[in-house]
Structure formats: structure tokens, C-alpha cells
């Protein structure tokens, strides 16, 4: 079977330890979660779960039967087999003397991320995309040194009026 990353929706009811049971079930089934947000959802007391994790249709079926056997799971969407509209937000703080800074400005420039702090030898980026996009400038910041990074996870949508 070939192994390949799935993008999970999943609807629960918004209370306390939901989160935990969630994670927990990946954990005790030996499933690895790449990436996991949650926010409020278009339905009040619901939040979506946007789970990024990596196996084959069988392991994803597995998770997604196990997924609904928690009482607070309200709906459960494989979004990766739909065309999909994926974002990530990472802010990465790298050292930046201000002799660096034009070339890190362009950097920033090239990627469509922004500058949003500066400091006497710092500078914090915010870049917004994909997965792949916040990789890539990670690596090509990387010799300026990076002091912090901190990356959102991956939140996404299907494309168009499907729902």
C-alpha cells in the first residue's frame, strides 16, 4: 500500500478534553500527527480539528472509524481526496544586522512574506502558504541564522461550494 499524507477535518462538540481524546486515539493506534489545529467553527459550540497525518487508505479508514467512536465527534472529512485550499502562518525570528537587512528584505519580498518586527539585531518574518512555501524559506533564511520559528500547522478547506 502506498503511503501518502491525508488532511483531516474532523467536527466536534467544543468542550473540554475533546482535543486530548483526539490526539490521544493517534497516539495509542501508533499514528503519527504531523500537524493539528483547532479553532471555532461557522456552527456555535462546534470547533474544527484540522489533522495533517501520513498513511495508507487503510490507516486513514482505521482512523476515521476509531474518530467517531468518540461521543463528542460530530463529522469526520478526508479533505487530501478533494482540491483543497491548504495555509500555514510561520513567524521566524533570525539575526539581522542592519547591513544583512536589504538582502533579507528581498528574501522576504520574493516569498510575499512580510517584515512584521525589527529589532537592533533581529528581524521577525511572518510568511503565509503552503507547507512547501514555509519550507522553502526556512531553508533559504537558514544561513542568516534563525533564532525562533514558530509554525502554525496547517488549517485548510475544500475548494469551491462542496461543503
Known amino acids: 500500500m502506498k503511503t501518502t499524507k491525508h488532511t483531516i477535518s474532523v ?6 478534553g475533546v482535543l486530548q481524546r483526539v490526539s490521544g486515539l493517534f497516539g495509542r493506534r501508533g499514528f503519527n500527527i504531523e500537524s493539528i489545529t483547532v479553532g471555532e467553527s461557522e456552527e456555535k459550540g462546534l470547533s474544527r ?10 490507516t486513514l479508514e482505521q482512523v476515521e472509524k476509531q474518530l467517531y467512536k468518540i ?10 481526496s478533494n482540491p483543497m485550499v491548504a495555509r500555514e502562518v ?3 525570528k533570525i539575526h539581522a544586522e542592519p547591513a544583512n ?3 533579507i528584505i528581498s528574501i522576504v519580498e520574493t516569498f510575499r512574506a512580510s517584515v512584521v518586527d525589527i529589532g537592533p ?9 503552503d507547507t512547501d512555501k514555509i519550507d522553502a524559506i526556512v531553508e533559504v533564511l537558514r544561513p542568516y541564522r534563525i533564532k525562533e520559528l514558530a509554525r ?8 469551491g461550494s462542496a461543503k
Open 11 to 16: 467536527l466536534v462538540n467544543d468542550q473540554p
Open 49 to 58: 480539528m484540522i489533522i495533517v497525518t501520513t498513511g495508507d487508505d487503510n
Open 71 to 80: 461521543v463528542d465527534v460530530i463529522k469526520v472529512v478526508d479533505l487530501s
Open 90 to 92: 510561520a513567524l521566524i
Open 101 to 103: 537587512r536589504p538582502e
Open 121 to 129: 539585531t533581529s528581524m521577525i518574518v511572518q510568511v503565509v502558504g
Open 152 to 159: 502554525t500547522g496547517v488549517t485548510a478547506m475544500i475548494r
